[in-house]
Nanobody, 120 residues
């Protein structure tokens, strides 16, 4: 069993910055990939950024140049630095991890989400 816990959400003015963090705990041998997704009211959950264990990153076009994803493999954590925030970034942000608990035992886990609100 694996749990992901997000932190760092809150209210910020447009143009401001926020840093989200996610910590994975439980039965973990390794984490292949981690990422951040977001969901605004009435909209589908969308990918924000992902990062592999090797450090390869992928970003949604809407956040490129503004957001930076990073991870600490030893600590099983992933962070999302969000700069130049816009009102359209307002959403619940979810942490995601592909966890290897044992041989042939990989699964995807989600955090419970953290609210990010950007005021204009």
């Amino acid at each position: 069993q694996v749990q992901l816990v997000e932190s760092g959400g809150g209210l910020v003015q447009a143009g401001g910055s926020l840093r989200l963090s996610c910590a994975a705990s439980g039965t973990i041998f390794s984490i292949n990939a981690m990422g951040w997704y977001r969901q605004a009211p009435g909209k589908q959950r969308e990918l924000v950024a992902t990062i592999t264990s090797g450090g390869s990153t992928n970003y949604a076009d809407s956040v490129k140049g503004r957001f930076t994803i990073s991870r600490d493999n030893a600590e099983n954590t992933v962070s999302l630095q969000m700069n130049s925030l816009k009102p359209e970034d307002t959403a619940v942000y979810y942490c995601n991890a592909q966890v290897l608990a044992g041989f042939n035992s990989q699964n995807t886990y989600w955090g419970q989400g953290t609210q990010v609100t950007v005021s204009s």
